[in-house]
Nanobody, 116 residues
Framework: QLRLVESGGGVVESGGSLKISCVAS????????LSWYRQALGKEREFVAS????????RYADSVKGRFTMSRDNLKMTVDLQMNDLRPDDTAIYYC?????????WGRGTQVTVSS
């Protein structure tokens, strides 16, 4: 079982920056493809960014490309999302996700609020 705990959320002004993190425990992180998703109030959960386990290839949603950067540290068991030039429509609960073959795990999320 892999446990994921997000942190670092908060309130930031439009145009500001914030880094959120996800700490894993229970198993080694290296075999897992990792992703960040977000869910705004009244909307469906949507993909934000991902980083593959072996190649470290990263992929971003068009809405965050050029503003967000995802990284992982398998030794520290952490995955980060650096968010710059934040906008009010980035307001959401951000979830950490890990997948390996048919197994997947979710964190409980961290709230990010961007004020205009």
């Amino acid at each position: 079982q892999l446990r994921l705990v997000e942190s670092g959320g908060g309130v930031v002004e439009s145009g500001g920056s914030l880094k959120i993190s996800c700490v894993a425990s229970g198993r080694g992180l290296s075999p897992y493809d990792l992703s960040w998703y977000r869910q705004a109030l009244g909307k469906e959960r949507e993909f934000v960014a991902s980083i593959q386990s072996v190649t470290r290839y990263t992929r971003y949603a068009d809405s965050v490309k050029g503003r967000f950067t995802m990284s992982r540290d398998n030794l520290k068991m952490t995955v980060d999302l650096q968010m710059n030039d934040l906008r009010p429509d980035d307001t959401a609960i951000y979830y950490c996700h890990a997948r390996r073959d048919s197994s997947e795990y979710w964190g409980r999320g961290t709230q990010v609020t961007v004020s205009s």
